[in-house]
């Protein structure tokens, strides 16, 4: 996957408070072009395997039970500058710190139930792109 692509996840508490709709419209409004997208719901192991990187912090098992609570929006989006850009987008971890026009400062309910993923790095972007999509899902 090319460095001007990240990969986002809207989480199971902006699906449930119904926010989908708005959320997919703040990331278009901004710039990103959607190269693929599904509705999905993660078993317990692809969650616990998502967010290996988390397991020994105390937070994880929550964060596991939370993201396979409901239906998530998995999405792989392009602009210059994607991953970078899109963490802007959404904010801070927080809704408390999360600065005045994000996504997270408007849906996002807590820390942990806090709307929208955004990958860290490009090599994350890659392998969380890859990991939830197939070749032929990914539009050219
Ligand atoms: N999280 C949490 N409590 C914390 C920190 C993080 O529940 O103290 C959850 C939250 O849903 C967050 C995810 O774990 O989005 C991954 O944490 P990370 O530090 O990577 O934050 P992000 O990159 O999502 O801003
Ligand atoms: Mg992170």
Redesign the pocket.
Known sequence: MATNRTFTMLKPDALENGHTGKIIDMIIQAGFQIKAMKLTQLTTEQAQKF?EV?AERP?YG??VEYMTSGPIVAAILEKDNAVADFRTLIGA?DPADAAEGTIRRYYAES??R?AV??S?SDENAAIEGEFHFSASEIVG
């Open positions: 967010y988390h937070f929550e964060l971890t820390k942990g806090n993923h955004g860290d």
